[in-house]
């Protein structure tokens, strides 16, 4: 049953505070957490919405620890489930998951301790929610926490049908209180979660989106493949990272090309094996500085905290998806990167992928709609950072750490030149009843003779020839740039290009258009690497590696990823403070009591040797 009390405020929180120092070993609650904690513990239900890192889990695991009863952890991250468990118990709280991926046995087992109230949280994937129930009747049940909670919005990116059914939750518990979490809300994904969660009396708390220490850029994609390895090789050499492509095919081709050229690097996707996509997953979340070149397939609850770079090969689908990709990099503060490389095939594919694709007109449109968003947010001369919470319904002011805010493109007047490419549409449309594709318009225009040209007689047109003063590369900068516009538009399945409404009023010249320069190749100054590390000097760094080795000897004789054993932002602390005995290193923020307990005397040693 529900534990909320009575208690008085302070002494609620105050056995709150010191969950926080005797099992995380933190000193004080961030941002909204001790607002969210008491509001739980006092029996309310909450919305949360939080960025990714910005400390979500405490809001259910110290009500979980501090109240009596079980905490249920509604995940639909069944891979992660053990690594959640684990990273638990290292702090010494009493937890274990219920999912398909267990024999009976080990099933009854957790069965059993949670009956007898003997667990802190149990983490349960929502399709086994219906199964459980019976089970959870019986059960001191103290709280539910729906992580991921976006998932259970159809109109976001992630939807799982088996979110709705958590509606049985308050059905059937009304008195249990209930916390939603989730890193991605835009106004509509979070109505639907209200409404489809019945979360209606929920106190909602909302963050800041803002992740400050990642550093956005989007750059126009000239060779890919190069780019991203220039970002590897010059500023993030050695380091861990997440590279996203859009098809199963990109993936391991460019897993490959990258192994090719010296980068420990992993392909991911939906259609490998699954031992060696959980092989692959664990690979990465136990080792230093390994690349996962993935589909998005990959990333959802991924906790690993030193996630140097998130690079995207192709255009993601939306803003939301975008932000919760790229918000893998750096969970602990430290400086990261977000890199996109975008180009006209881009949008050419994603237009067709929508159009081709499955769903009613509604859907598409809705679909549409993101996309519209996400190339506004490519082409935007404003900073980009600012864009992306204006996104979520957030003021920035202009960040400082992001392309255009870094180096400011400017942008020309292309009216002009829309209207040679718009009239080059229009005449073979008019003339000639023949729709083409970007790549021959931009023949016309440059006045290329090219078979085709020949073929088809374009050399007739009286465009032809008429863009000399653009590069090929800069035409291909307008076409993409008026797709963004709405004033041009691609169907079909060789990407035709086609007027739009719009299209008329700069062919007539009642607007103009303003166009982003294309940068030269986007070659930038080489950064310091960014590990936790950067800041030491000489002997807290080698004490820092020695720490370092210690951890993965540790973590690898338990079967753990390293940074459940201790994170690096507690590791470059404790060789920065050289602590003394154990009085000192308890003091360390990341050092809890039973961690102290299980660690301290190995971590002194260590210490003592440097
Ligand atoms: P989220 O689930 O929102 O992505 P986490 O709960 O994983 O974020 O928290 C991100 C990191 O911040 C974790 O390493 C966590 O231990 C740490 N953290 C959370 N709350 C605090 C706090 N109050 N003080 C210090 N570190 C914190
Ligand atoms: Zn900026």
């Known amino acids: 049953m529900p534990q909320p009390s009575s ?42 919405l939080m960025p990714t890192g910005g400390g979500k889990s405490l809001c259910y695991q110290i009500p979980a620890i501090v109240s009596q009863g079980t905490c249920v952890v509604i995940s639909p991250l069944i891979a992660l489930m053990q690594d959640q468990v684990d990273a638990l118990e290292q702090l010494g709280v009493r937890a274990a998951f219920l999912n398909s991926s267990q024999s009976l046995d080990q099933r009854r087992s957790v069965e059993a301790a949670l009956l007898a109230g003997e667990l802190d949280l149990v983490y349960l994937a929502p399709e086994r929610l219906q199964g459980a129930a019976g089970l959870l009747d019986r059960a001191p049940i103290s709280l539910f926490a729906i992580d991921e909670a976006h998932c259970v919005a159809q109109w976001g990116h992630d939807f799982r049908p088996d979110y709705l059914g958590l509606t049985l939750l308050h059905e059937r518990w009304p008195s249990v209180p209930r916390i939603a979490l989730t890193a991605t809300a835009t106004e509509e994904t979070r109505r639907e979660i209200v409404a489809n969660l019945h979360l209606e009396d929920a106190a909602v708390y909302v963050s800041s989106f803002d992740r400050p220490n990642i550093q956005y850029r989007i750059a126009p994609k000239q060779d890919a493949r190069g780019q991203l390895l220039a970002l590897i090789r010059d500023e993030h050499p050695g380091e861990a990272g997440i590279v996203y492509c ?55 609850g991924i906790d690993k905290p030193d996630v140097r770079f998130v690079a995207h090969l192709d255009l993601p689908k939306s803003i939301e998806g975008y932000y919760q990709e790229t918000g893998r990099a750096g969970r602990d503060g430290l400086p990261s990167t977000a890199w996109l490389a975008y180009g006209l095939n881009d949008v050419v594919q994603q237009r067709r992928m929508i159009e081709d694709g499955e769903g009613d007109r509604q859907r598409k449109r809705a679909q549409t709609l993101h996309l519209d968003a996400m190339l506004a947010l490519c082409e935007t001369v404003d900073c980009r950072r600012r864009q992306l919470l204006a996104y979520f319904g957030q003021h920035s002011e202009p960040c400082g750490n992001c392309d255009t805010c870094l180096s400011p493109p400017t942008s020309w007047d292309g009216t002009v030149a829309a209207q040679k490419l718009l009239s080059t549409v229009v005449r073979l449309r008019t003339e000639r009843n023949q729709s083409f594709g970007a790549g021959q318009i931009i023949d016309i225009l440059l006045g290329r003779e090219t078979e085709r040209v020949r073929q088809w007689h374009h050399d007739q047109l009286s465009t032809y020839g008429i863009g000399h003063d653009l590069t090929e590369q800069q035409w291909r900068g307008v076409v993409r740039q008026l797709l963004a516009q709405r004033k041009l538009h691609v169907r079909g399945e060789y990407g035709v290009l086609d007027l739009t409404e719009d299209s008329n009023a700069v062919l007539r010249g009642e607007v103009s258009v303003p166009l982003r320069t294309e940068p030269e190749r986007v070659g930038r100054s080489r950064r310091k690497t960014t590990s936790a590390a ?11 590696e020695k720490l370092r080795a210690w951890r993965k000897q540790t973590a690898s004789e338990q079967g753990v990823p390293a940074y459940v054993v ?19 290193l308890s003091g360390i923020s990341g050092v809890g009591q039973a961690k102290l307990s299980r660690y301290g005397d190995a971590v002194l040693a260590v210490v003592a040797e440097g």
């Open 7 to 48: 208690a008085p405020p302070d002494a609620l929180m105050s056995r709150a505070h010191d969950a926080l120092q005797r099992v995380f070993g933190y000193d004080a609650f961030r941002g909204d957490q001790a607002a969210i904690i008491e509001h739980v513990l006092r029996g309310g239900d909450a919305l949360v």
């Open 246 to 300: 859009l098809s199963r095919r990109s993936v391991e081709q460019t897993a490959q090309w990258l192994c090719d050229r010296g980068v420990d690097a992993l392909p991911y996707h939906a259609g490998l094996d699954a031992a060696i996509r959980a092989e692959h997953q664990a690979r990465f979340l136990r080792e230093d500085g390994l690349v996962m070149v993935a589909t998005i397939a990959f990333g959802m």
């Open 534 to 544: 950067a800041e030491l000097d000489a002997p807290q760094q080698d004490l820092f």
């Open 566 to 584: 201790f994170p690096d932002a507690t590791l470059a602390a404790i060789a920065t403070a050289r602590p003394a005995d154990l009085e000192e």
